[in-house]
Structure formats: structure tokens, C-alpha cells
């Protein structure tokens, strides 16, 4: 889901070129474009998933159901020659008892969030699905088991605002330097799917996963930042598509900026409902008074930062670690509960234990031979190749202390995270301009499209934003709720979605479900 990974301050050097790689498949043959034959005839081979895989689909569904696989695909479709990527897959097998309709390809966002993982871990949530559908989801390159990148050591003190040896906003040519010290040591611990990552080139990823499937059309349900990976396939393969659905819609052409600034403000938003919920309860470690138990989230974060919390084997739970779990637990309502008692621990004890839990849950597993930074990393990679705005350094010099101030004014809990994106992808090669200006008007069959009011993470203009640029065929579902995306929180949504994908039922543009449908 777009932002559901932690962002922890680091990015990678990403080489995108402006444009869109052509479009060549196993029936271009004698186009002149690339030869991709050898890519479009693989078959999958499906084995029992590796031990991390297997346990985790053990622990929540039936792991006889459940096979892993691969795709290769090209590193770079320009040049098909200069190399490989292998994608990691896993398929929960259709309980129908006849021949399901064919494959649903899952992403559950990010970008930089593992599907292999993800779905081991959410059979139950996607079984009524599998009556009609082998479910399969995938790492996308660079992310999980798919080569993952990585920047090392620079995680740990990425942050070229803070502190002296970067020099802070009244020095910025020495955040400058801090941000090219980062770029190189991310360039220099990733391998070379690094300069190839981006949107453009997962989603040709995903056609090549459909051919090897089997399947004449692909049946996709994204979420977050998944949205923005299915609206491109939509654009660059049109007459591939079959039903699809876009769940916590992300913008198509806001910048990196706008879209951190964005998420800064729903995360507050998000925040202000949590505390404003917590202290209508009894028993809430922030009292009774929520525009107080605002001020002291805020002295909470800032006096953690300051003096970060140490566990027996010397680690540090800093307040931007804080703000990690909150920023994943103020994603679903249902979370509300254990949040507010692990946060009652904190403050109460000094003890993060609860949070730390909390923060390891909802990282959805990862696994011990990918890196611990690789979803912060693969995030910025992406949203850095995904993006044509560079500002050169002049630029920046003059704008980092406005960008901190508006940031702060957004959120003073989620603003500086949210920042760092925004700086991270400077020095960069601009990214492809492709999304921006050729995502639209798509020939499809009808897409549809799930807004959530209250989502933090993807404000709801941007579901009515995008289905406008896409057309007439985007249908758009209003959920009334709360959290990020609603399949999984609104019984309502799950229903129209199930009926769409399953029995092709569409709902009229514009029906909605109402905020109390959430199970």
C-alpha cells in the first residue's frame, strides 16, 4: 500500500529514461523492436515454497494450497541481452471444483511492499475470491525475494536535516552533500536492478507474469500503490486487460512533493481521529482533553529523537521509530485498540515493548536474507524513477527551509518522514515522464475504481482525479469509511469487489458504501 512501509530515510540512484520502452512482446517478431520471445514462452514451475514462505502460510491458511514459483524477466526491455531478473511468485490454488477462470494477480502497494509474503500471510482474507481465481502475487523487482535493493549502513543516519554534521536547513549546501553521500552509498550496496526500477518496467513484468500464467487477459486487483501500477499496465496494454480493480486510488500525476505533503496531512488527520477517539475512552494515557493529547504526541516524538529509548542488546526505539508504527497502525481502525494501549505502555512505563511488537507485525515478515531497509529502499527507488521533477541544487538550496516549514505545518508528527522522500530523490536522473503524460484515456474494459473518504494515505481526489484522466471506463466506488483502502475494512466494498471480479457485476459510478459497513 503507497507509504505503508516506514520511511526511513533512504533512497537509491535511479537511471529512467524519459520515455516508455517500447511496447515489443512475443509478436513483434520482425519489428525491429527487441526480441522478448524467449520471456513470453516460460512456464512456470510451482514447488513448495521455501521455509520462511511455508511457515507463514502454515500459520494463517492451508500450505498444501499454497506454491511458489518464478518469472525472468529482462533487466532492461531496451536491451533484452544485458541481463536478467528473476520474480519471485506464489499461488494460493482455486478452490473451485471445476476450472477456475483463470489467474488474479495481487500487489499490495508500497511500492517496496513483498506480495509473496503478503499473500502467505492473508489466505483467509482472499479465499472467497479463489471460488472463482488462482490468487497469485509477486515481489516486484528489487523488492522482497526479487533482488532486492538495498542502501546499507546509510539507513541508520540518513537524515540530512538533523544535526550538526549535515548542518540543518541554515546550511544547505552541507544537506546537499549529506544527500550525495546517501545516494552513493545506496548506488554502491544495490546490485544492478537498481537503474531499472520503476513502475514502467514492473508493469511489463506483469504481462509477461499473465502470458506465463496462461492467461489471454490480466485480472488485477491493487491496492495503493498497486492502483498506480495497474493504471499503467491499463495504458500500455489496453487489450490485455480483463477485470481490474484499483482499491485506495494514487495520483498519476502530482509530484513527489505534493504527494508527501498529501500523505503528511492525512496521517494528521488520521492521528487527530485517533487521539480524538482515545480520549473519549476511558482509561486513555493522553487523559480526556484531545487538542492536549495532541501537544503531547508531539513532546512525545521530539523528547524520544533527543533521548532514544535503549533495549538490553543496545538498540534504539527513537520517536521517528514512533512515528513508523504509527504511521502503520493508523491505517485500520481495528488497530486503534492495541495501538492505544501500546502507546499507554510507553508513557506510562517507558516501555516499547508493545510498539515494537506492533512494528514487527505490521512489516509483514521479513524474511532474514532481505535486508531489513529493502521496503524503504525499493519505495524511494521507485517513487524516484516514477517521477520527472528534479530540482537542481540552486533550486533546492533556496527551498529546504520553506519545505520544512510547510512540511511542519502539515504535520508536525509526520512532516519530517514525510520530507524526506522529497530530498531523497535529489541528484537523481529525472524519472519517466510517461506516467504523467500518457496515462489516460485508457481503451479497457471497465475499471473499478475505490475511494475512501477517511484513507490517509490516498486522499479520496485522488480516486475522482484519476478516474477522470482515465475515462470513461473507470467506475468509482465511494467509501464512506475509514483507514487505507476498504477491501479489507468495509464488508460493502469486499462485496461489490467480489461481484466485479468474480461474476463481472459493476457497480453504477458514483454508488457508495456507507462508513458503518466496516467489519
Not at 73 to 80: E, G, K, M, R, S
Amino acid at each position: 500500500m503507497r507509504g505503508a512501509c516506514a520511511v526511513a530515510g533512504v533512497t537509491v540512484l535511479v537511471v529512467v529514461g524519459a520515455g516508455v520502452p517500447g511496447l515489443a512482446s512475443a509478436a513483434d517478431g520482425g519489428s525491429g523492436r527487441p526480441d522478448l520471445s524467449r520471456f513470453y514462452t516460460q512456464k512456470i514451475k510451482w514447488a513448495a515454497c521455501e521455509d520462511d514462505t511455508e511457515a507463514e502460510a502454515e500459520a494463517t491458511g492451508n500450505a498444501k494450497d499454497v506454491r511458489c514459483g518464478k518469472v525472468t524477466v529482462p533487466l532492461d526491455y531496451a536491451d533484452p541481452a544485458a541481463g536478467t531478473v528473476d520474480v519471485a511468485m506464489i499461488r494460493m490454488k482455486s478452490s473451485a471444483s471445476g476450472k477456475p477462470r483463470g489467474s488474479l494477480l495481487l500487489n499490495f502497494g508500497g511500492p517496496g511492499g513483498p506480495g509473496v509474503s503478503a499473500l502467505a500471510m492473508s489466505q483467509k482474507e482472499f479465499g472467497f475470491l479463489s471460488k472463482g481465481y488462482d490468487v497469485v502475487s509477486f515481489d516486484p523487482r528489487g523488492v522482497g525475494l526479487s533482488e532486492p535493493v538495498s542502501c546499507g549502513d546509510a539507513e541508520q543516519n540518513a537524515d540530512p536535516t538533523d544535526g550538526p554534521a549535515a548542518g540543518d536547513s541554515d546550511d544547505p549546501a552541507a544537506v546537499l552533500d549529506e544527500l550525495r553521500r546517501v545516494a552513493k552509498e545506496c548506488a554502491a550496496t544495490s546490485g544492478p536492478v537498481l537503474p531499472h526500477m520503476g513502475t514502467v518496467n514492473v508493469s511489463r513484468d506483469l504481462d509477461v507474469m499473465r502470458q506465463a500464467l496462461g492467461d489471454k487477459k490480466l485480472n488485477f486487483l491493487g491496492f495503493s500503490y498497486g492502483t498506480r501500477l495497474g493504471a499503467v499496465y491499463a495504458a500500455q496494454f489496453p487489450r490485455k486487460v480483463g477485470r481490474m480493480v484499483l482499491d485506495g486510488v494514487d495520483t498519476l500525476t502530482e509530484p513527489v512533493a505534493e504527494q508527501s505533503l498529501a500523505t503528511a496531512e492525512g496521517r494528521q488527520t488520521a492521528l487527530d481521529n485517533f487521539l480524538a477517539w482515545c480520549t473519549g475512552n476511558a482509561g486513555c494515557v493522553f487523559g480526556t482533553d484531545s487538542r492536549a493529547a495532541r501537544h503531547s504526541m508531539v513532546r512525545l516524538v521530539q523528547d524520544m529523537d533527543e533521548m532514544p529509548l535503549q533495549s538490553l542488546d543496545g538498540q534504539e526505539f527513537t520517536g521517528q521509530d514512533v512515528v513508523g508504527v504509527l504511521s502503520q497502525a493508523l491505517y485500520s481502525r481495528q488497530a486503534w485498540p492495541a495501538l492505544s494501549q501500546a502507546l499507554g505502555a510507553l508513557l506510562a512505563d517507558g516501555d516499547p515493548r508493545a510498539l515494537i511488537r506492533m512494528s514487527g507485525g505490521l512489516a509483514q515478515g521479513v524474511r532474514g536474507d532481505v535486508p531489513l531497509d529493502n521496503m524503504s529502499a525499493a519505495l524511494m527507488a521507485v517513487n524516484c524513477a516514477d517521477d520527472p521533477d528534479r530540482p537542481d541544487a540552486a533550486h533546492l538550496e533556496k527551498e529546504i527551509g520553506r519545505l520544512q516549514e510547510e512540511f511542519e505545518e502539515a504535520s508536525p508528527v509526520f512532516g519530517k518522514s514525510m520530507l524526506m522522500p522529497v530530498l531523497l530523490c535529489f541528484g537523481r536522473p529525472a524519472g519517466t515522464s510517461y506516467i504523467r503524460d500518457d496515462v489516460r484515456d485508457v481503451k479497457t474494459p471497465k475499471l473499478l475504481l475505490v475511494g475512501t473518504r477517511g484513507d490517509p494515505a490516498t486522499p479520496y481526489r485522488w480516486t475522482e482525479e484519476t478516474a477522470r484522466r482515465l475515462g470513461s471506463q473507470a467506475v468509482v466506488l465511494d467509501n464512506k469509511g475509514d483507514g487505507h483502502t476498504g477491501y479489507l475494512g468495509s464488508t460493502c466494498v469486499q462485496d461489490k469487489v467480489d461481484g466485479f471480479l468474480l461474476y463481472g457485476e459493476t457497480p453504477k459510478s458514483g454508488s457508495s458504501c456507507p462508513a458503518d459497513s466496516s467489519g
